[in-house]
């Protein structure tokens, strides 16, 4: 699922330039609504976190998404044309609908370690698709700054830090919990993918 993400073509045009604006502008806009629900998943979270340091560290990125991410959209809205109100009154596409719903589901569920693998992908993915296309590059300098966001050091920090405790999680548990969590954390990597092609194929619900 990695390899389909890393060859798909929205990402492939945001690496080599090409990618429409149109297709970026539809993307940036479901990623605000996205990223607005994955704040609350992260907070669900930490209200269940196993510890004090897991309570500060998913109560500390929960605003960090609400607040670094928005300063960046807000950064693209204005390049792109876009007004906050138009994004209010812009629903969610079906893909983005059913990924925030499966993340927020999850970190609601009855099993810490199955929320934490659900939310798990977004941090990973981006992480891996931003250094890979940082060593691409881009001649693009809007699609360079999206890049440069999710490459640099600071952020991969954040990264490590939740894979270091979903290993140590995932040791102590027993194999049926793991495996449930296993399948969360494959299933929010699909929705991964689906994102990229939500953007690509700019989706839309069926009229009426």
Known sequence: MYAAILEHPFLRGLADG??????????????????????????ALA???????????FNRHAAEVLQAERSLHESFFEELGLTEEFVARTPMAPSALAYTSFVR????????????????????????????LARRGSPDPLYARWIEAYSGEEFEAVVRDVIRLTDGLGADVGAVERRRAAERFVTAARYEWM????????????PG
């Open 18 to 43: 090409s990618l429409e604006r149109e297709r970026f502008r539809f993307y940036v806009v479901q990623d605000a609504h996205f990223l607005r629900e994955y704040a609350r998943a992260l907070s």
């Open 47 to 57: 209200a269940r976190a196993p510890g004090e340091r897991e309570i500060v560290m």
């Open 105 to 132: 589901a999850s970190a609601h569920g009855d099993s810490f370690l199955e929320g934490l693998c659900a939310v798990l992908p977004c941090y990973w993915i981006y992480w891996e698709v931003g250094s890979e």
């Open 195 to 206: 994102f990229w092609e939500m953007g690509w194929s700019c989706e839309r619900w069926p």
